[in-house]
């Protein structure tokens, strides 16, 4: 989904930042020494007949699309530090699908890629004109960085490069954001634990050489010049902290939670403030909402969003016989890129088809931000960004098909301000539905919590990463806010060679058995919506869209079977379980009747395994699989029930309750 990017670069690149001449981090940034500091592939070359300043740049000449050569240069960084980096560039001739010439930087550790930045660049023919990008904080693991400009993958033509820049720019001493309450800061009237958690993240580095130890977090509840409730924290250390408010007995109204850290002569250093609203016993229920224990709800009933990306969109003539499809199916949701195709009335028709076939929609806004590119002037006959924002929440908000607000699709951290004040503007206009937003920037997941009500992320690693990144950027994603906001995430389900084309043997389609271990990987490390991408890329998969779409049905059929116990409000069960391989994963979960799920996968492709959890005796065993329910065979009175898990095998264990 969104741009999607190569993950594995040629060279390993990590953060840099813009200075305004020459940058003391850099080596030879303007190429005045030729290719001193600098690994130039043969496809680079420093030359004296082009230049922005002095006598040089450095020239990259590409006429093979299969060719994907990078320039860079290694950097010594500061762990926590923020870094903006930059670079003149000048084209000739560049074309292919993606941005164009740019420079990256990404960070490698002891198990290789970490993250980096990617800011987009430009293709065809360009005077020399700026490309700059941010890093978030190095993360102390980082063990490589290297700065890299380059030509996008697949693309071709003339680029010239001069005047990298790169310079420290300091995270700011305290950002923050609201855990909870989860959604929109309403607090219910029969919050059975009534409390206001505000997390905190800390800087490395301060300004004016202060100390992080010096300082005080303060965080209160405040109506007015009243104070509700007050913490205060010292000895602090960086990185993030959770500050909890108790607001029992609150009369129903607005509040402010705000947390400050002060510097030891009490001067601010950084504040946040964040709406929490006490709801009175008689508020209205807003037709979608998220509850305290992260479940989507809809007209007051528990929903497990479980859908596609979606292509057929109101333009095309044939989008009801993929709806029918859908509807068939075990999925309920779609998110069509081009809905906002044709006219308003063309819209409404075909948000009244889906409702009459049961299905919801995540209402895609995320093109509508000026600059970015896909952006278009006009859309349903709105014109201007705010304009189309505003026309197309009011006309459609309440539509019964709506579930929710696709709000962004990946766009970089640097657009935070818009992103907020995108999210803030579409809570405002319709407080009946949840925005939501789509990321792989897993390393930069807390600056994007107040740009949606719910977060999602899109491991898509096969072939060339292994299926546990599915798993990896769900907790990191259910962990940033500690597991108190909700998370839809989007696995895979494509061949990456619908993006590659030129490489067919690269690249392959995720088997059966592949997506249905990320899938359980996403729903054992908390995962409470799956948006697969994408339905359109399994109509023109190699392997043939009945076969994929076969394989699909499958895995839509397993989750639907999970719904007792993902929708359930029950809490977890506690079980001995045990496992003869390492890396197998599990989670628990019970349903309103007081059976427990075993959810289990294991994701090594060559090894077996063999799980055990530990019943009272005469427990009633089942182990639902692909699809389908069955009794576990094994002895009524045995105090350990075992599930033999093939390599890439998933699997769920459900005991029956007692006296059932």
Not at 87 to 103: D, H, M, N, Y
Not at 353 to 377: F, H, P, T, V
Not at 497 to 503: L, M
């Amino acid at each position: 989904m969104g741009s999607l990017l190569c993950l594995i670069l040629a060279l390993g690149c990590l953060s840099g930042a813009r200075a305004e001449e020459t940058s003391p981090l850099l080596n030879n940034p303007g190429f005045e020494e030729g290719a001193e500091g600098w690994s130039l592939p043969p496809t680079y070359q420093v030359v004296d007949d082009v230049a922005r300043t002095g006598r040089r740049s450095l020239r990259l000449v590409n006429r093979d699309p299969n060719q994907y050569l990078l320039a860079g240069q290694r950097l010594s960084l500061k762990p926590g530090m923020m870094y903006r980096f930059g670079a003149w560039v000048k084209t000739e001739g560049v074309q292919g699908r993606e941005s164009g010439a740019t420079l990256c930087v990404e960070w490698n550790g002891a198990q290789g890629y970490l993250g980096g930045s990617y800011p987009e660049g430009r293709k065809g023919d360009n005077d020399w004109f700026y490309v700059e990008g941010r890093t978030p904080p190095i993360p102390a693991e980082a063990t490589e960085v290297t700065l890299c400009l380059y030509l996008r993958r697949g693309m071709t033509g003339t680029a010239w490069f001069d005047d990298v820049t790169l310079e420290e720019y300091y995270p700011p001493a305290l950002d923050a954001q609201l855990l909870y309450p989860n959604y929109r800061g309403r607090l219910a009237a029969d919050e059975p634990n009534p409390r206001v958690v505000i997390r905190a993240q800390l800087g490395t580095y301060l300004k004016d050489k202060l100390r992080l130890e010096q300082t005080t977090l303060v965080g209160d509840l405040r109506r007015g010049e009243k104070t509700f409730a007050q913490r205060r924290l010292r000895g602090l250390k960086p990185g993030r902290v959770d500050l909890t408010l108790p607001a029992r007995g609150l009369a129903a109204g607005e509040y402010t939670a705000r947390v400050r850290l002060l510097a030891p002569d009490g001067s601010s250093l950084g504040e946040r403030q964040f709406t929490v609203t006490r709801l009175p016993a008689d508020a209205p229920q807003p037709t979608v909402t998220i509850d305290r224990h992260n479940r989507t709800l809809v007209n007051g009933k528990p929903f497990f969003p479980l859908g596609w990306y979606f292509g057929p969109h109101p333009g095309d003539a044939n989008y009801r016989e993929h709806l029918d499809r859908i509807a068939a199916s075990p999925f309920n949701t779609v998110m069509p890129y081009g809905i906002n195709t044709g006219s308003v009335e063309g819209v409404r028709a075909y948000l009244d088809d889906l409702d009459r076939r049961n299905l919801k929609i995540l209402y895609s806004i995320k093109d509508i931000y000026e600059g970015i590119g896909y952006y278009q002037e006009s859309v349903l006959g709105f014109r201007g960004e705010e304009a189309m924002v505003r026309g197309i929440v009011t006309a459609f908000r309440d539509h019964p098909a709506i579930l929710g607000w696709y709000l962004n699709d990946e766009l970089p951290l640097e657009m935070r301000d818009r992103l907020e004040a995108r999210n803030t503007l579409v809570q405002q206009l319709d407080p009946n539905h949840p925005t939501w937003a789509v990321l792989y920037q897993v390393g930069e997941l807390f600056g994007y919590l107040g740009t949606a009500d719910v977060l999602g992320t899109d491991p898509y690693p096969i072939p060339q990463r292994p299926v546990t990144m599915a798993g990896d950027w769900t907790r990191e994603t259910v962990g940033v806010a500690a597991g108190l906001r909700p998370a839809w995430q989007v696995p895979q389900a494509f061949d990456w060679q619908c993006y590659n084309q030129d490489r067919p043997d690269e690249y392959r389609a995720p088997t059966l058995d592949e997506v249905r271990v990320m899938t359980y990987l996403c729903l054992i490390h908390g995962a409470n919506g799956l948006i697969y991408y994408s339905y359109f890329d399994l109509q023109r998969d190699r392997l043939g869209f009945d076969r994929r779409w076969a394989d699909m049905l499958v895995v839509g059929n397993e989750v639907k079977a999970l719904f007792p116990a993902l929708l359930s409000a029950a809490p977890a069960p506690k079980r001995v379980v045990r496992s003869d391989r390492e890396g197998v994963q599990y989670s628990l979960r019970a349903d309103d009747e007081g059976n427990t799920y075993v959810l289990m996968a294991n994701p090594d492709a060559k090894a077996s395994a063999t799980v055990r959890v530990a019943v009272a005796p005469g427990t009633e065993a089942r182990v639902l699989s692909y699809g389908r329910v069955q009794p576990l065979p094994g002895a009524p009175h045995a105090r350990w029930r075992a599930v033999s898990l093939p390599p890439l095998g998933a699997a769920t264990l459900i005991l029956q309750a007692r006296g059932q």
